[in-house]
């Protein structure tokens, strides 16, 4: 497997590996993102068993050891499986989360103390600004929470409008029905009361990128895709009351 490094948006790289044994026959892509900046910040960690192929990737762009911040969406291997091991190797970093996510599991697990952001803070890079959004149970577990670039526009959503295959870095197709598609298949996400709101939520921060872990990633009418995206859970929902 490659790993595959493309710059998505200025100062934001993505590292992309396809698993094929995930989703045979066409697999299944797993992305890591750095935002550049005075104080570098990882999104996603990977597998554990891919951390040297990853971090070496990452290496090829920055030293580790200017890694200010570390950061995924929720508990889950390829989330944040490898984060002792990117501690280890990034001795100036520190993992950041939501409140919820650090008193859950990264207050007790990670290697040094966490950063624990409340909802809707920003972190200052240097030239970019990450705004912190807590999304419990969007794409899904009740830590999971998003990551807003806002110089770039760029939305770092974790699963949500995860699709399977190996396309683009950055594409400007659709991607609602394929997100649907997947959806419908793996049930992945959990729709809830509050899948809706939170959806409409990212809309409104007008974002110009979304940054996937699986498939590539969307350059355009974002937050169109979002509503869409929302419109659809919530026909859903009625239905399954009606």
């Given amino acids: ?16 590996t396809l698993h094929t044994q995930v989703s045979p026959p066409v697999g299944m892509s797993f992305n ?25 990737a990452v290496a090829r762009v920055v030293t580790l050891d200017r890694l200010r911040w570390i950061a995924y969406s929720h508990v889950e291997a390829d989330e944040c499986g490898a984060l002792d091991e ?7 970093a520190t993992v950041a989360h939501g409140a ?5 599991w990264l207050n007790d697990v990670a290697a040094r103390k966490p950063r624990s952001l409340a909802d809707n803070e920003v972190l200052e890079l240097g030239g970019k600004r990450i705004r912190h959004l807590d999304t419990p149970h ?9 990551l807003f670039e806002e110089s770039t526009g760029t939305l770092l959503c974790s699963d949500l409008f995860g699709h399977v295959g190996d396309g683009p870095a950055v594409t400007e197709s659709d991607i609602v029905g394929k997100a649907i598609d997947a959806q419908n298949k793996s049930r992945a996400m959990s729709v809830t009361p509050a899948t809706v709101p939170t ?6 921060l007008r ?8 498939g590539s990633s969307f350059a355009g009418d974002a937050a169109a895709a979002l509503g869409a995206l929302a419109d659809h859970f919530a026909a859903e ?3 399954s009351v009606g």
Wanted: hydrophobic letters at 50%; a positive charge.
């Fill in 138 to 146: 969007v794409p899904h577990g009740w830590d999971a929470r998003m």
């Fill in 100 to 104: 919820i996510g650090c008193g859950i």
């Fill in 86 to 92: 990117w501690l280890a190797a990034a001795p100036n």
């Fill in 1 to 16: 497997m490659d790993t595959r490094t493309d710059e998505i948006a200025a100062g934001i790289y993505r590292f992309s």
């Fill in 32 to 56: 890591e993102f750095l935002i550049m900046d005075d104080e570098p910040l990882l999104f996603h960690c990977g597998h554990r068993a891919m951390f040297p192929q990853i971090s070496a």
């Fill in 207 to 214: 974002p110009r990128r979304l940054a996937l872990m699986h």
């Fill in 237 to 239: 929902l009625r239905a």
């Fill in 199 to 204: 959806l409409r939520r990212l809309a409104a």
